[in-house]
């Protein structure tokens, strides 16, 4: 495999990145087997890549695999779910060397309390009249891997209550909604110490994408980076570029590294690997900068510890 070279600075330059570091496949609620994800990529001319599955890990042999095979680097990674202030927040963790320790046991125990929301999920969509609704969500995801909220909406839509995932959100999954079901998640700060645990970099996901005003942004960036949080996503898919800038301003203020993802979890909509808004000129450092990232870009890739080691993910 060739060398990895990505640029030490954003300059501005609209030209695609190659990089998308944050990504779904079916190890949780994406549609593409995780082999398939990273066939995808190096169609789309993404280098660098990271399969952040929800609470797992259990694609990334897959996905290393075919990523090898087509000079496509794989930094292994995983979507955490978490609570900050009674919000729910996702943390990326970039992991180098993989999971261990703390998010070995961690990620068992968020792979647990997803399924036993996915219970709860099922009873109250059944209750508005969408009969045997978990078995079903079963039966399309397959028996491998926890259920999600996407995978009621596929019900929702073969079942011809809603003509689409997103009236399903809208109607019976969306914020405050019947399917809205809020598990224990973890606490923001002890999800980040379990990445930094595992000589991970902790990614503050979509920062801008869970409503808050822009007072309230910059509380959960300071209580993220006290934490340990070491990077936020400052391009998640596609988003408005001057509160792209404003969000910069933001990670700069704190020292924080910027990473960017598509998020990408399906074909045919207008997300696809390596999809997003250019990011602007900005004096924060990309992620891949950080010295565990960067460390690990570097190495060849026969030097590279296996990514997932004692990890169970179901």
Excluded at 3 to 13: E, H, I, N, Q
Excluded at 137 to 166: N, Q, S, T, Y
Excluded at 274 to 286: E, K
Aim: proline letters at 8%.
């Amino acid at each position: 495999m060739p060398m990895l070279s990505l640029p030490a600075s954003f300059s501005g330059d609209p030209t695609p990145l190659g990089v998308d570091l944050h990504m779904h496949s079916t190890a949780s609620d994406g549609a593409l087997a995780p082999a398939d994800v990273a066939t995808l990529c190096a169609e789309r001319g993404v280098r660098l890549m990271a399969l952040t599955d929800h609470d797992s890990m259990a694609g990334i042999a897959e996905a290393q695999a075919t990523a090898s095979r087509l000079a496509v680097r794989l930094l292994p990674g995983t979507e955490l779910s978490t609570l900050w202030s009674g919000i729910g927040i996702h943390v990326v963790g970039l992991l180098p060397r993989g999971a261990s320790g703390a998010l070995a046991e961690g990620l068992l125990a968020q792979a647990e309390a997803r399924e036993n929301r996915a219970v709860v999920i099922g009873q109250r969509l059944e209750k508005i009249g969408l009969p045997d609704a978990l078995a079903r969500a079963r039966e399309l995801a397959g028996p491998h891997r926890p259920l999600g909220r996407p995978d009621f909406a596929r019900v929702l839509v073969a079942a011809g209550v809603v003509p689409d995932m997103a009236t399903a959100f809208k109607k019976y999954l969306g914020s405050g909604k019947a399917g809205d079901v809020k598990a224990h998640w973890p606490a923001l700060a002890e999800v980040v110490d379990w990445i930094l645990e595992s000589g991970g970099v902790a990614v503050l996901a979509h920062p801008l994408r869970h409503g808050l005003t822009r007072r309230k942004r910059g509380l959960l960036l300071d209580a993220f980076a006290e934490a340990g949080g070491q990077a936020a996503e400052l391009v998640s898919g596609f988003q408005n570029a001057d509160v792209t800038r404003d969000l910069a301003r933001q990670l700069a203020d704190r020292g924080l590294f910027a990473s960017v993802g598509s998020d990408f979890h399906f074909p045919g909509g207008h997300l696809a690997p390596g999809s997003m808004s250019p990011v602007p000129r900005t004096v924060v450092a990309p992620v891949w900068t950080h010295p565990r990232i960067a460390a690990f870009i570097e190495a060849s890739p026969g030097d590279h510890v296996p990514p997932v080691g004692s990890v169970a993910a179901p």
